[in-house]
């Protein structure tokens, strides 16, 4: 059995070239941050240097980031057709103007690849596999792509299918985008989620799938799968539900109208303690993380103009490396991505802040499944 190391990983998501609030920026170090995309608001030079300077803000070593649909002068091919489209709207040649806020196309993920210095890792579609600066080893899935649900013209795009090759084994899945079913749920009370990503999660089961894109839907939950997957995997079929649980969503920080007093009490408690962390502790307690579980995590901080949500923080016990090369430098990720009553009952979570609960680790042993090419 492999020596294993606990890393403290920061999520967040959905930033649009805003920086923390001053109450707001993450004080304590962590091991590693993801960020989700949507990185900026426009995707302006300007955008992606406020993004870099807020991630620079957060101590940790390595921050892995991914696009979102905000990003698209990321993706050359989105970029260009809205150069095009706007000399076309506006019947003269505004390729000038453009480039010169916008930048030449490829120039912004220049940017994002020279903050390589900064420890930030821009990676690209697909699987990843990093040894940490802590020595632990991380395999990763990482996809920009979301539907475009009658609104196209962003970037990272796709209509009808998209294929998410999600390998069983896989610790962290990272998509700018939630699956269908899964914290997907917008405030006109539609579920934007993509049904080709839900199935693939389900297929892999990762220990963590974090995304946002939705920003109403920020939350956690730890989803416990049936023992068989359906042949196409759906969220009304594949997931037991008296297994999973909601650990935090903006619906149970809000409250309702029938909330007990002690509820309310509780409420009002874990929001006081999630701003003085400045972050939201995802803390299964009683027992392990188990095979044929996976913790859901949608990052997006983005309100009214500013972060009214914080982060989250998840601890996982991933791998050491055992002295094995790697044939791939970590520079050579930084690619781009414009290029391609029960045993519940005895096992029950909460998160951290939560004074009713135990003490507990977050350790899950890892799915045994080999990776296979």
Request: proline fraction near 6%; charge should be negative.
């Amino acid at each position: 059995m492999s020596a294993s190391i606990r890393t403290r990983i920061m999520i967040l998501s959905d930033t649009h070239a805003q920086r923390f609030q001053p109450d707001l920026e993450p004080l304590e170090p962590v091991d590693l941050v993801i960020h989700c995309g949507d990185l900026t608001n426009n995707s302006t030079l300007r955008d992606y240097r406020e993004a870099i300077h807020l991630l620079d803000s957060i101590k940790a070593p390595l921050k892995i980031v991914i696009a979102g649909n905000h990003d698209f002068s990321l993706e050359d091919k989105a970029y260009r057709r809205k150069i095009m489209e706007t000399c076309r709207i506006n019947q003269e040649d505004l390729s000038s103007a453009i480039k010169a806020e916008y930048g030449q196309v490829g120039e912004a993920q220049q940017i994002l690849l020279g903050a390589v210095t900064k420890g930030i890792t821009f990676l690209s579609e697909g699987p990843h596999q990093l040894q940490l600066p802590n020595n632990a080893v991380l395999e990763l899935y990482v996809s920009p792509y979301t539907p475009t649900h009658n609104c196209p013209g962003w970037g990272f795009q796709y209509d009808g299918i998209h294929d998410f090759n999600i390998k069983q084994g896989t610790d962290i899945v990272i998509t700018h985008g939630p699956p269908l079913g899964i914290m997907d749920l917008t405030s006109n009370n539609e579920r934007i989620g993509c049904p080709q990503l839900f199935a693939a999660v389900a297929r892999a089961q990762p220990r963590v799938h974090c995304f946002g894109h939705v920003h109403e839907s920020w939350g956690t939950k730890l989803v416990s799968w049936k023992p068989n997957i359906s042949k196409v995997p759906h969220h009304f079929t594949d997931i037991n539900n008296d297994q999973s649980i909601v650990i935090e969503n903006l619906a149970r920080l809000n409250g309702h109208s029938h909330e007990t007093p002690r509820e309310k009490v509780m409420r009002e408690w874990r929001k006081r303690e999630y701003a003085s962390r400045r972050y939201c502790h995802i803390n299964p307690t009683g027992a392990q993380m188990r095979p044929g579980e996976t913790m859901f995590v949608n990052a997006a901080l983005m309100g009214n103009g500013l972060f009214d949500k914080v982060p989250w923080l998840i601890e996982l016990d991933l791998d050491e490396n055992q002295g094995a090369e790697f044939d791939q430098e970590l520079s050579e990720y930084m690619l781009g991505v414009g290029f391609q009553g029960n045993d519940r009952d005895e096992r029950k979570r909460s998160v951290e802040s939560d004074p009713s609960a135990n003490e507990g680790d977050i350790k899950r042993r890892r799915v045994t499944h080999p990776i296979t090419n």
